[in-house]
């Protein structure tokens, strides 16, 4: 198995004693995370309970959040440092730009992952955010892994209260029948394979644009939905983040 860049990160800013045991609070609570982190993901693979692989998935979701918080401050902390080593002065580096960098180097490893990460989902969301303000829609994005469940949403300020759980069922669908809701719109018309397909899985697989299936070399790794705009513009906005995704590992 791999070592991570978020692994390498904390590993490059931690102590060992002599006991071989680490020696900072860093170390110890990022190893902690780790392993729960492991745990809940190994219950999840075997769990066949919708609701509660739901509930895990949320709290995986935190996990991962305090790690990608770790990462940032050991990357904030190695930066001043280095800084300060330097003697000279130049522009501070603000915190926010240090955290982008973070998230686009997680993404941007080139290598393909096994898996969508959180760190991957932020930098997919804040990709789609800018392109959302520049085109002036408030929009909900979220993210599924390959096996349809929830990594990460985000709401910009003024989105629609529907446009969240519009978005969650764009990436399910996406996600859950490996092609656009676009295409699935075609399909889904009177007439078509796929006519009344609506109407399954509890009313969740949505048929207009703004899902997109997340895959790399042919592999599905999740879902992507975005709600907040017109049709076109959330279909827009999803294969923009498509495309984004993409380049990210090119």
């Known amino acids: 198995m791999g070592v991570s860049m978020e ?14 045991q680490d020696s900072t ?20 693979e075997y769990c066949g309970n919708e609701t509660v692989s739901t509930f895990l998935a949320g709290a995986l979701q935190e996990v991962g959040n305090a790690r990608a918080h770790m990462v940032e401050t050991a990357v904030m902390e190695a930066v001043r440092k280095a800084v300060d080593e330097t003697g000279l002065f130049i522009q501070p580096i603000k915190e926010k730009q240090i955290s982008q960098a973070v998230l686009k180097g997680v993404a941007g490893t080139r290598k393909i992952p096994e898996r969508i990460t959180l760190s991957h989902a932020k930098f997919l969301i804040e990709e789609i955010e800018r392109e959302a303000e520049r085109i002036g829609v408030a929009a909900v994005i979220a993210v599924a892994d390959k096996g349809a469940r929830t990594i990460a ?28 809701t676009m295409q699935l719109k075609t399909l889904s018309q009177p007439g078509g394979e796929l006519y009344g397909i609506q109407h399954t899985n509890e009313g969740r697989i949505v048929i207009f644009g703004g899902g997109e299936p997340l895959n790399l070399k042919e592999n599905l790794l999740g879902g992507l939905g975005v709600s907040g705009g017109t049709e076109s513009q959330d279909a827009a906005l999803a294969a923009y983040g498509k495309e984004k995704f993409k380049e990210a590992f090119s």
């Open 153 to 180: 949403v985000h709401a910009m300020n003024d989105s629609y209260i529907a446009s969240f759980d519009i978005a969650l069922n764009k990436a399910y669908t996406s996600a859950a029948l490996k092609m656009s």
């Open 25 to 44: 609070q860093l170390g110890r609570t990022y190893k902690e995370l780790n392993f729960l982190k492991e745990r809940i993901t190994n219950v999840m």
């Open 7 to 20: 692994d390498r990160v904390i590993n490059k800013n931690r102590n060992i004693n002599t006991n071989g």
